[in-house]
């Protein structure tokens, strides 16, 4: 055989073998877990129409500072980057020629993207001081900025300065490039405005200074004319600053903005109240049309868009003010419409993008010609608010039907045998029915489908992954697999997410006066969730409350609304602000878990309200801690509804020292065992006391951090530890009888990751004896190690099973968006440095004092997750399964198996060679059978 020859045979081989390894890899990515890129609350959306109308994208800045691109048909987001800006930067987003143009780090530096790929063209530095507005304006060949008092000229190609230019001390609110090439920018001092003329070199030509009758707080410019409109408390001012004409004035009340319309010197002044399309003319200014109610207006060519409630739309023609359309929209949630963005129109249509005030991007066509209710086409909705989750729950789906039906079979106590067995039928004849319903309906629905190729087409069919959920019925697996995530934002919506393929089934707006509880140890804004009803009491319906405090009546809601559905059944006011809310630890009647509500003045709600409380419960301990270190215990007295002071303490910190973070222990975590079993086969006994918390301080001179472990209960010190040079991030998780803790450590320049572990020793703590209200004489043994982690550390949390048996992991998001999962046994405060026969008996795993990331440890593989706030585990049917939800500036599921699938098959389990095993066991048994008896009638012959 010919070289050659062989080496096409390798090379069949080669490429059969990677064939094969990519299809197993695209079989397994995305079967269990799913990701959801997002943009976040959009701050400034222009849209960018491109000439065959396919590539059309809407280019977004967000109040997170992320510039991307949105699919204008699909809505998929095309591109993106992260930026170092904040929520309080202000900066505009322009396009010239390739480029779209943004500031970024505060207004420090100017960055140029190519629109069609995201690739960053070039970056220059604008200021070494930061400052909250940069305002850009473009000509075809240069880019304009406004930063502070300084106004820049930049080469669109390159990036390079052309020349800047040092203006007065004012508030300057507008800047743009007329047709002549002139640059005029605006501003606005006490009862004043200022105009500056300035010519294509930087110097200024002319500068006009106009009185006023009221301030004006920000001005638009409304063409490339040098026509200018200024908004004002109580008046719009228009003014010519091309030409040093007089001021216009238009008396309205709290403008919100103006818009130019098609005709010349016609505009659009939308106010709290309504719209005004209004012409200047000869110095004066004439009222065409007033559109009273509307909520938000917009200009889309010839015609006037006008939203006057979260789902009413209507249109007007702007020549002539007469309305031609109006109707309903349609949408999932009901807040409030905050912008219109113009998209398209024809002769016949519009086409336009509302953003709501919970950050939900919907875009929809308007047709005009038949002037239906129909002709309202929804195109695409993006739910941009799950950016800015604060609480998530998972909860389970509620019984099937024939569930339900054994479950109140088995309840039955009071009907005789016939009843039971009559009722037994009907159940076995309803789970057949129901059984051949459902193949019939899957099967009909893959005849009807045209686009199966192969088995993976199947599979996405069955499985639903167009991103709409199934039209199937909503209830629980028999694994407990599928559940729904419960999530509320800051935003003011809460989201009923499948965690099936991340499909929002429904969406909850809280109100638009609501206003986030703050935490007064962080200061982070969160919108509590509490689940007082889940879905094992089938009888009853699920239900859920957010907490959360009116901008208008300064006073403290909770929303309660069932999980399941999303509808909201009562809205209770409090009679304060809200400080606090917890679940208290029993149910009522109605399996119904109450909450308590505190306020800022320590006045305590209870709803529902209870008449009787079990012994064990009628006492409910708290702890409080403060930012300087003084911490205090209370009891609540749930029938009088009084807190009563137990203890109060003080942790010593110094000025320089405050308290950074507090964690407790999960209420409804299981600890499964209660010692481990050492190698001399003696026991060591965890000290797991669920009121025990994690104080951690900060000493931000000296960059020391303190970690303390309190009794909430007693407030007993447990243990204190200190680590000096030390500074942020901190994140803390506190399990079973261990905290898990990260820093920055300042002196080695890593990230350190310090564990506790706390036993109580050989002798278990005396059960009879012990009682929680007397802090303990012996402490407990506690038993510490540091680790050092090669990555940053966004989040951090623990997987959790239904009964504790699996060991568990640490799963540690990454600021370059990888999940990390690490074993507790690589986490263990007891690795020895030195192992013994004990140590290699009792199986512990010799100290190495750093974790080793392998790529194959990332849970979300190649699937980023960026800015990760938090990570919520939940436990499913399966001892072996934890489900786990990461959620920041993107959404990741999955589900993880820390010590491997032991109680369910694995994924290339060969099925049909176990079944034709059995079948010729069987057969082969049959055939045996059959000749032995053979064999032995013969030798009974014989």
């Known amino acids: 055989m010919r070289w050659w020859s062989v080496l096409w045979i390798q090379l069949i081989v080669i490429l059969s073998i990677t064939w094969f390894s990519n299809g197993l890899f695209a079989d397994q990515a995305g079967k269990f877990d799913w990701s959801r890129k997002l943009i976040g609350c959009s701050k400034q959306v222009l849209f960018d129409k491109s000439s065959s109308g396919k590539a059309d994208q ?362 039971a067995f009559t009722q037994r039928l009907i159940s076995q004849v309803d789970q057949i029915r129901r059984t051949i319903t459902e193949f019939a309906n899957d099967f009909i629905s893959l005849l009807n489908s045209n686009n199966i190729k192969s088995f993976t087409d199947v599979f996405v069919l069955m499985k639903g992954k167009n991103g709409a959920h199934s039209s199937g019925l909503f209830e629980r697996d028999y694994f407990n697999l599928k559940k729904l995530i419960v999530a509320t934002t ?110 800022i003045d320590m006045d305590v709600t209870v709803f529902p309200d209870v008449t009787s409380v079990p012994d064990s419960s009628s006492h409910v301990h708290m702890m409080w801690v403060e930012t300087d270190g003084r911490i205090h215990g209370s009891r609540l007295d749930v029938l009088s509804k ?81 680590h000096p040079k030390a500074s942020g991030p901190f994140n803390m998780v506190h399990c079973e009888n261990w905290l898990a803790y990260t820093f920055w450590n300042e002196r080695a320049r890593r990230m350190d990751l310090g564990i506790m572990e706390l036993f109580d020793g050989s002798e278990p703590c005396d059960s009879e004896r012990f009682n929680s209200l007397t802090p303990r004489r012996n402490l407990p043994i506690v038993t510490e190690q540091a680790y050092v982690f090669s990555q940053g550390i966004s989040a951090m949390a623990v997987t959790d099973t239904e009964k504790g048996l699996t060991t568990r992991s640490l799963l540690i998001a990454m600021p370059f968006g990888g999940l990390f999962e690490v074993s507790r046994r690589f986490v263990d405060a007891r690795r020895p440095v030195d192992m013994t026969p004990e140590m290699r008996e009792e199986m512990l795993i010799p100290y190495m004092p750093e974790i080793l990331i392998a790529t194959e440890d990332m849970i979300n593989y190649n699937q980023s997750v960026h800015n990760v706030r938090g990570i919520k585990t939940v436990p499913s049917g399966l001892e072996s399964t934890s489900l786990v939800f990461a959620y920041g500036s993107d959404l990741f599921y999955t589900k993880t198996t820390p010590s491997g699938t032991f109680d369910i098959l694995k994924d290339d389990f060969d099925h049909l060679f176990i079944c034709a095993v059995l079948i010729g066991s069987i057969v082969g048994s049959i055939v045996l059978r059959r000749l032995a008896r053979i064999s032995s009638l013969k030798q009974s012959w014989a």
């Open 58 to 419: 809407l280019l977004v800045l967000s109040e997170e500072g992320v510039v991307g691109s949105v699919s204008a048909n699909t809505g998929s987001i095309k591109w993106r980057h992260f930026q170092e800006s904040g929520s309080e930067f202000l900066s505009d987003l322009i396009t010239v020629q390739r480029f779209v143009v943004t500031a970024a780090q505060e207004g420090k530096v100017l960055r140029a993207w190519d629109r069609f790929n995201g690739l960053m063209k070039w970056q220059v530095p604008l200021s070494p001081v930061a400052y909250r507005n940069v305002l850009i304006s473009n000509s075809n060949d240069r880019i304009i900025v406004l930063t502070g008092h300084v106004l820049f000229n930049f080469a669109v190609d390159s990036g390079d300065k052309v020349w800047s230019l040092q203006l007065d001390k004012i508030i300057w609110s507008s800047v743009t490039v007329l047709e002549d090439g002139n640059i005029v920018v605006t501003g606005s001092s006490p009862k004043e405005l200022t105009a500056v003329i300035i010519n294509s070199s930087g110097t200024i030509e002319k500068s006009y200074k106009y009185n006023v009758s009221h301030d004006a707080t920000s001005c638009t410019n409304l063409n490339k004319l040098g026509f200018v409109g200024c908004i004002g408390a109580k008046a719009v001012h228009f003014v010519d600053a091309a030409h040093a004409e007089a001021v216009v004035s238009y008396p309205t009340n709290d403008a919100e903005y103006v818009i130019p319309m098609a005709l010349k010197n016609n505009f659009l002044v939308q106010d709290t109240e309504g719209a005004s399309i209004i012409e200047v003319k000869g110095g004066t200014v004439h009222l065409r049309n007033r559109i009273a109610g509307a909520h938000v207006s917009t200009v889309v060519e010839n015609y006037v868009v006008v939203i006057s409630s979260p789902t009413a739309i209507s249109v007007y023609d702007s020549n002539s003010g007469n309305k031609i359309f109006d109707g309903t929209i349609k949408r999932l949630g009901a807040a409030s419409v905050s912008r219109v963005v113009p998209m398209s129109s024809a002769p016949e249509s519009i086409t336009m993008l509302l953003i709501s005030e919970d950050c939900q991007m919907d875009t929809i066509t308007i047709n005009l010609a038949l002037k239906q209710q129909s002709n309202i086409i929804p195109e695409w909705t993006r739910h941009e608010g799950l950016a800015h989750i604060s609480s998530v729950e998972m909860i389970d789906l509620p019984l099937s039907e024939a569930e339900a039906n054994i479950e109140t079979e088995f309840s039955m106590t009071n009907g005789n045998a016939w009843n």
């Open 642 to 722: 009084k807190l009563i002071p137990t203890w109060q303490s003080d942790l010593g910190l110094s000025k320089d020292e405050k308290v950074i973070s507090v964690a407790g222990k999960h209420p409804h975590q299981k600890v499964h065992s209660q010692g481990r079993v050492l190698g001399d086969r003696s026991v060591l006994y965890k000290y797991s006391n669920p009121s025990l918390v994690a104080v951690s301080a900060l000493d931000s001179a000296h960059s020391v951090l303190s970690i303390s472990l309190i009794d909430a209960v007693t407030g007993q010190l447990v243990h204190m530890a200190r």
């Open 490 to 599: 800051r935003k003011g919506s809460a989201y009923g997410i499948d965690n099936s393929d991340g499909s929002v089934r429904w969406v909850l707006n809280a109100g638009e006066d609501i206003e986030p509880l703050t935490n007064t140890v962080t200061s982070e804004k969160r919108v509590p969730l509490l689940i007082q009803r889940g879905t094992a009491h089938y009888k009853f319906d699920s239900q859920a409350v957010i907490a959360t405090n009116s901008i208008l009546t300064k006073r403290g809601c909770l929303i309660v609304f069932n999980p399941i559905t999303g509808v909201v059944s009562k809205k209770v006011n409090l009679p304060s602000r809200l400080r606090r809310i917890e679940l208290l630890p029993f149910h009522t009647e109605d399996m119904l878990h109450p909450v308590v509500a505190i306020g």
